[in-house]
């Protein structure tokens, strides 16, 4: 590191809080290292009361950019310049990009989704997805793939609970701004979701069930739900194998996949953006796990 470090050394961070825990600085630290990059990746406690503070800070110190997760991906909007297609349409950011002190905001999180189906050799492009969810993973995913392409997306959220407006938000603006068509259900009804994944190419699980402390559970735990064909997303990435992806696996369904390549795919992302780089992705995941 101290071999590394210089007065040339770039400054990439996270703005969050709490966020000592993340694995992004391991993530890209080691890609800056293996490519001979000149850059460091530091976390910084920063909530919502300070990242007005925080994006100054940025300028200021003319840092190449930074990574945003909660409380901030929604309240750094008001002090950037631009704002990628995604984030405009998601009114979110995880990734700022500072080129000469123009501030641009995008959200990697749905292309991380989209490359690590490419990934496997996944199309899904003017395919019908099912979504579960519609948070902080299920507004990018929902948003980008209908950007991209995907024909159709059928999206379930309680609707009793506090992702419902975003749910309702992210139809809104998918039937508006993209040419997929997209549906609104409540995740109780539970004989529509079954009819919808019946019919779908993807099923993608976008909620908490699944991940510490619903890590037991599953949305769907009869076998005979899924086909062969289709393709069964988790989003979660810790368990590795989710209950959702052992009853997929059950049906004998082809494509189950965890989020771990979403997740190293939007780190990648957001890595290009800043070094114009590839991540060396399959150095990173061996890293990480
Ligand atoms: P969030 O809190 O923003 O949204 C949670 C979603 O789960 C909401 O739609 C909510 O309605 C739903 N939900 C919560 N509890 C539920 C329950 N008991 N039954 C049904 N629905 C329920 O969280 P998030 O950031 O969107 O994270 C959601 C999932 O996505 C998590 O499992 C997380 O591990 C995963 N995730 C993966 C990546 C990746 O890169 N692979 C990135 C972010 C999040």
């Known amino acids: 590191m101290t071999e590394r470090i210089d007065g040339h050394t770039i ?4 703005m969050a809080y709490p966020i000592r825990h993340s694995k992004s600085p391991l993530m890209h630290n080691s890609a800056f290292e293996k490519l001979g990059l000149n850059y460091v990746y530091l976390v910084f406690d920063i909530d ?6 925080g994006i100054k800070a940025l300028r200021t110190l003319g840092m190449r950019g930074s990574n945003i997760s909660m409380p901030n991906k929604q309240r750094v ?3 950037l310049d631009k704002l990628d297609r995604t984030s405009q349409l998601t009114r979110s950011v995880n990734t700022i990009v500072n080129d000469h002190g123009a501030l641009t905001g995008y959200t990697t999180d749905g292309t991380g989704f989209m490359q690590s189906l490419k990934d496997e050799n996944l199309n899904i492009i003017g395919k019908k997805m099912v979504l579960t969810g519609a948070g902080g993973a299920g507004t990018p995913i929902a948003i980008q793939t209908a950007l991209d392409g995907v024909s159709e997306i059928s999206i379930f959220n309680n609707a009793n609970d506090d992702k419902w407006e975003n749910a309702k938000r992210n139809v809104h603006i998918i039937n508006e701004h993209t040419n997929c068509h997209a ?3 409540d995740l109780k009804d539970r004989s529509s979701l079954k009819n919808e994944i019946g019919k779908c190419d993807i099923y993608c699980d976008a909620t908490a069930v699944g991940m510490k402390p619903l890590q037991d559970q599953t949305l769907i735990s009869d ?3 899924f086909h062969k064909d289709m393709i069964v997303f988790d989003t979660v990435y810790a368990p590795l194998e989710t209950k959702l992806m052992k009853v997929a696996k059950k049906a004998h369904v082809k494509h189950v996949l965890n989020g771990l390549g979403m997740m190293l795919e939007q780190g ?4 290009k953006l800043w070094t114009g780089k590839e991540m060396p992705v399959d150095y990173i995941h061996k890293i990480l796990f």
Do not use: E, K, M, V
Not at 48 to 53: F, L, P, S, T
């Open 11 to 14: 400054l990439i961070g996270l």
């Open 48 to 53: 919502g009361d300070h990242i007005a503070d």
């Open 77 to 79: 909007l008001p002090y």
């Open 183 to 185: 549906t609104l259900f």
């Open 223 to 225: 076998p005979s739900w």
């Open 268 to 271: 990648a992302a957001a890595f």
